[in-house]
């Protein structure tokens, strides 16, 4: 098989052709789930249904969780997919917090502290998910600006454990709104370590995969130096502001 960019995208992701069979994979999917041929035999039976009426779609605003089946057992994620002219379609895999066997062992834990607790722990439990909620949407905000426009301002310092709270809540927000351009300002972003540049490497190549353009606005010197690399290998887009790339964009619809 004649590989693609695809291989490279940093989440499990497939091209089908329209009988949905795979034409191509990435190696995050090819370490799931071996070289496979047909899409639908790496679901579980109760999920299988629920594909073959999101492959038949043709449009879409919301991901669909299906459940996969792997070598280490289950697997759970949000599918997005897109359809190319050429009637090949693009599907993206975002697992739900991780890789199934935590979530499998996370589920077990839950169930038993609720059937052993009360109804204030049960409470408890849902002000914390409402506040790291709200911890996530501050942290990395997407707001739609009009036009097909997407602005993600990140805050604080860009590490390792911002982007395990925020990328699930930024893929998922971006997808919602329908975006076709994400500015992602850095203008109130702190330090930019070498795990928070691979999470902009990331997440690019995860919104190319969703046809998005992406552009990175407010890069401070310090931050330069840790995005530099990424500039050449992704051919990524700079702008010095958030008001340079509006200005350019009402430029071009005028």
Known sequence: MARSPLAEWPLPAFQ?????EVIDYSFEAEQLFGKS????????????????RMLNTQATRK????????AAGFFLA?????????????????????QMAAITAQLVRLRSRLKETDYELLKE??????????VRELSAPCI????????????????????EAIRPHIVNRIYEFDAEIVI????????????????????????????????????KPDHAQKLHVLKS??????????????SEASSNQS
Not at 63 to 70: A, D, K, M, Y
């Open 37 to 52: 041929v047909e899409f639908l035999e790496l679901l579980d039976e109760g999920s299988r249904e629920k594909a073959q």
């Open 63 to 70: 991901p669909v969780e299906l459940n996969f089946i792997t």
């Open 125 to 134: 439990k849902e002000r914390s998910d409402a506040l790291l909620g709200k």
């Open 16 to 20: 089908l052709n329209n009988s949905f």
């Open 184 to 219: 992602v300002d850095l203008t109130a972003m702190g330090t930019v370590t070498q795990e928070g540049a691979s999470y902009l490497e990331s997440l690019v190549k995860t919104l190319r995969v969703m046809g998005i353009d992406a552009v990175i606005t407010g890069v």
């Open 233 to 246: 290998e992704l051919n990524l887009r700079f702008a010095a502001s958030l008001e340079a790339v509006l």
């Open 144 to 163: 739609a600006i009009g036009n097909g426009y997407v602005l993600i301002p990140l805050f604080g310092n860009l590490n390792s454990q911002k982007v």
């Open 78 to 98: 949000d599918v997005y997919h897109r359809w190319n002219s050429d009637f090949s379609l693009n599907l993206v895999l975002v697992p739900k917090d991780g």
